[in-house]
Structures are given as structure tokens and as C-alpha cells.
């Protein structure tokens, strides 16, 4: 087990106006499974996903990561943390215009002090595996969408992380560069064991996954398994589990 | 290589603006003078106006010049908003309000308490900066455009509180206060010098550090947080080397606005985003913009003296209204 989150509560606002977003979440995710979570728009998933990556606070329950409770970490401990063991990718491709892609893909390793010879291995291996090599040299404004995406997926996968966290990393792309990234994620998911942890509104995307999570009125409503099926199959299960849910790929 | 053109031009104009600053004012100098002076020839009333009168003046608009550009740069990089500019967020108003302060509860003249007057506006326009950041932080998480709306807020607020001292303002006050409103140079000695320009340079050099940390917060700060950054951290640390650069700024030259805005945007126009270089280039463009200003108010009513603020405000009035309509139209 990689990550086990139990009771997830989380709130925003003050003591006058408060809502409930997440109203009490478990979940448990094994070392190598790629995880999508899906739910109508407002329904809680970018919560759920930034307090299970720590980029915000719970408001109760606990979230363990290797057996490690990081709801109870300090803020410093926790950053190292985030900084050696996780990555991320969000819809917004967030590269700097000011660096090239491969300066870009390197920015968590440049972070700390590494070997020159180690960072430029691990660039070789994410750059080769999201067939952006070529574009090492190049400025983010002289790619495609779907290529910064690979970068920015690139960037996420460097430093060899224990979990990806995705947020709609196909949100902004058109279907052929979405299955273009997806393929990669799924082949980095079964190459280097990485889990992923991924929102979407998307069925297709969702059907890359091993297993997804349906998130209504800030609860788990159901969990569907890909097993053995093909993913086709899996994709049409998804899809009635959406049409009986509401709120089919509607999203802001 | 283009970029090493444009930095020697504007270094180029700095110099030329400078020198013309030394020659020229009321007693203007010649070459003769400058020669006399190199070979320790020059007569003493060459001497005073040249080392107690033009040299401490033009010391002390370089450098807040910068300082304020350098303000500007940074709250535009964490607001992410271009428009951002140390006198909109109340620094100026907090200053002023330290000023008046001074005037109401001091007495006596202003070279009785030479360090007082500066003192008061710096502590001023400083506490008003952090009230403002604290504010900001109500309802959880600090929000960059919150805090410059609060801060645009409380400038008016505080501008308010300015007015109604005022009411009970003598003549002599009251033209003080205009002094310091009007971004009339008045820390033109060397002391203001000594006060103002070395924490300057050292502040300067704490931002120059930060460089790389200023050029990632382009990113999401969800993004920055998962790379281990403390975000609001660094936010915190360079909103108050901002707020104590141009706290500095405007307490040895009065209320001058607009620098900030419009130092980073030249720059940004002439070398794009790179933050290395828009750190060196605000610098610049800052102190081109601050003592050109200086040296058009002593020239074109000559020999009347126009105050530098009101210089910088009538060219960065415009200018930050011809901004604000390409900004609509995009
Ligand atoms: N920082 C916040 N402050 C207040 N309410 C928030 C905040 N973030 C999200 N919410 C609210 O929480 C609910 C869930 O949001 P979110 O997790 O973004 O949903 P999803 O990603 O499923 O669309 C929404 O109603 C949203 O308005
Ligand atoms: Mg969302």
C-alpha cells in the first residue's frame, strides 16, 4: 500500500459560512496502480486530489503515504517530502517561457545538488520515454500544446517519484494530442511501476486507468475495477456510471 | 548579443544624463572646471557645488531610482500583475502619514531633525505595507491581487487620514507636507546619502539572490508547492525587501509614483522575461527614468525647479493610462 487516506474531511470558509467539500473519504492505492478520479464538476476531485498530494491541509482524517502520516508532518518535513516524492501535473501545462524544454523538464532536479552526469541520464530516460527528446532545445512557445503537456509530464516523472498527481492533464489538449499523453502515462505506469493518481471528467482518459473513483456530494459513490477487460469494455462501464451519476463531462 | 546593444545604450544615456546633471543648474560648469577639479586645481565654489551640492543629489536619485524600479519589479512578479507599483499599494500614502506625523508632533525646523523626518516616513510607509500584507492574510491563504486591492484601499484611506491632519496645518506646515507630496527631492545631502543608498545596495543584493525563486513564481503556486517551494514563504520575504526598498525610496525623495510601474514594463517590453536580465535592466531603466526626471524639472523652466515627482508624474500619468487601454483591448 502506497497511499491510504482515512476520513478525509475538508472544509473551506470561516465559522459563519462553512461548506463541506469532502465529507469523509477513504481510499487506499497499491504501489503501481494508476487511479483516476472521476466526479461531477464541483464535486470535490481537485480537492481530494491536492490534500492527498499535500499541497493543502485536511481538515480531519489522516493520509498515509509508505505508512507515513503526512497530515501530522511539519510544514518544512513536508516539503521535502513533496519536493523528493511526488509529482504533478496540472491542466495549465505551467512550463516557464524564460527556459527550454529540457531546462524546464530539469527544473525539480536543479532544485537540489545532484551529479551533472545523474540529471543528464534522467533526462535522457523521461525526454526518450515522452518522445520529446528532440525537443530538448526548443522554448515552450515553439511546441505544440500536447508537446508541453509530454514536457510538462516529463518534468513531473525526473526525478523518479513515488506518486504522480495529475489534475485534468488532458483538460486543455484535443483528443489525439489527450490519447498521445495518456499512451505515455500508462506505458510510464507499467515500465517504471510509477503510480498515478489522476482526476478527470474525462471517460476515455479515465479508461486508461486501472481503476476509477466516482466522487459525489463529497463521498466515494462507487469504485469500478478494469481487471482483465479491454478498454473499450472498461470505457463503456465508465460511461453509464457517469449517466446514472449526472453531470456527464460537464465541467467549467 | 542584441541584448549587450540595448544595455550599452541605456548605460550610455545614464551617463549622458548624469554628466549633464553635474554641469548643469543654477551655476553651471564647464569643461575647464571638470579639468581643474581632476587636477585638483578648482576653486572651492567649484568644489562645494560639485561635491556638496550635484554629486550627493545625483548619488541619491540613481540609486532610489533603481529602488523603486526594483519595488515595482518584484510586486509585479508576485501580484503576477503588470500594473503593480509600490505607490498604488500605499507606500507612498504610509510615508506621507509619517511625514505629516513628523510635521504635527515635532517642532522645530527640518535640519534640526535631520534623520526624524526620513525616519518617520520610511517606519511609515514600511508598517503600512505590512498592515496591508497582514490584512490580506484574513480568510485563510494569502492572495496576491487581495493584497493589492486592499493595499489600493488602504492608500486611499490613509491619503484620508493625511487631509484631516492637514486641517489644522500652518502655512510652513502645509508647504512641507507639499514638498514631500510633490516627490521633491529633499534627502539631497550627503547624510541622506549615507541613510539611504547602502541599505539600498545591500537589499538589492538580497533580491539579487532570490532571482530564481522571483522567476518561478510565473508558475501555479499549486505547481511551486509541489516542488517543495514555501510559497507563501517567499512571498512574504519578497513583498518586505519591496516595501523596505521603496520605504527607502520615498523617504529621502518624497512621494514619487510610477517608477515602479514603468521601469519593469520598459524592460519587459525591450528584453522579454527573463528575470536575470529584468532584475539588471529595472535597475537601469529605474535610474534612467528617476534622474532624467530630476534633470528635465531643473532644465525646462530653468531657473525654476519643477519637483521630480511631478515630472515623473506628468510623463507616468500617461503612459500608465496608454497601459491600461492596450490591456483592455487585448
Ligand atoms: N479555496 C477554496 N475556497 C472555497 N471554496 C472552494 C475552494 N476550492 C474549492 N472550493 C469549492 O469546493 C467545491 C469543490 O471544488 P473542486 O474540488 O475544485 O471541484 P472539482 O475539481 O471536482 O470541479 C466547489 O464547490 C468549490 O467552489
Ligand atoms: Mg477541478
Redesign the interface.
Known sequence: MILEAKGIKKSYGNRFNRTEVLKGIDLDIEKGEFVSIMGASGSGKTTLLNVLSSIDRVSSGHIFIEGEDITAMKDKKLANFRKNDLGFIFQQYNLLDTLTVKENILLPLSIRNMKKGEVERQFETVANELGIHELGGKYPNEISGGQQQRTSAARAFVHQPKIIFADEPTGALDSKSASGLLNKLKQMNINSRSTIVMVTHDATAASYSSRVIFLKDGLVYSTLRKGERRQEEFYKEIMSTQSVLGGVGVES | MRNQFKFIIIIALLVAILVTHLFTGTFSLTWTDLLNILTNQASADVRLVLFEFRMPRILVVLVCGAALALSGLILQVISKNPLADPGIIGVNAGSGFGVVLFITFISGSMSQHLYALPLMSFVGGLLTVLIIFFLSFI?GAFKSNIFILIGIATAMGVTGFVYVFTSVFDETQMEMLNRYFAGNIWGDTWPFVYISVPYILIISLFVFFRIREM??L???D??L??????VNKEKIILIVLSAMLSSLAVSVCGAISFIGLIAPHISRMLF????KILFFSSLLIGSVLLTAADLLGKLILAPAIIPTGIVVALIGGPYFLWLLMRARQI
Open positions: 480568510g522567476g518561478m510565473n508558475l501555479d499549486e505547481m508547492t509541489g516542488f517543495g517551494m514555501n522579454g522575461q527573463n528575470m
